[in-house]
Nanobody
Framework: QVQLVESGGGLVQPGGSLRLSCAAS????????MGWYRQAPGKQRELVAT???????NYADSVKGRFTISRDNAKNTVSLQMNSLKPEDTAVYYC???????????????WGQGTQVTVSS
């Protein structure tokens, strides 16, 4: 199987920074798009940022210029550097990764367990 383990959430003051990381392990043939989503209380889960296997980036308008997504293909990890954090960034953040587990196995997406990010003074 595949496991995604997230780390790096916590409490930070407005204007501060946090870095989230997500490591994939298990039976992995190839990794494709990797991304981060978030869900605030009472709201639907929304896309934060994605990075394709070729390095193409996609950001939600609300985080452009403040968040940076990156990946380390050698370590099967995806990270999210979050700067200039605002109270409205408070949410549970989930990593999402598209993985193929074999040559003839279609890719499937997997989700991390979620990590809480709270921005408050």
């Amino acid at each position: 199987q595949v496991q995604l383990v997230e780390s790096g959430g916590g409490l930070v003051q407005p204007g501060g920074s946090l870095r989230l990381s997500c490591a994939a392990s298990g039976i992995i043939f190839s990794i494709h798009t990797m991304g981060w989503y978030r869900q605030a209380p009472g709201k639907q889960r929304e896309l934060v940022a994605t990075i394709s296997s070729g390095g193409s980036l996609n950001y939600a308008d609300s985080v452009k210029g403040r968040f940076t997504i990156s990946r380390d293909n050698a370590k099967n990890t995806v990270s999210l550097q979050m700067n200039s954090l605002k109270p409205e960034d408070t949410a549970v953040y989930y990593c999402n990764v598209f993985i193929r587990r074999g040559t003839y196995i279609p890719e499937s997406d997997y989700w991390g367990q979620g990590t809480q990010v709270t921005v408050s003074s």
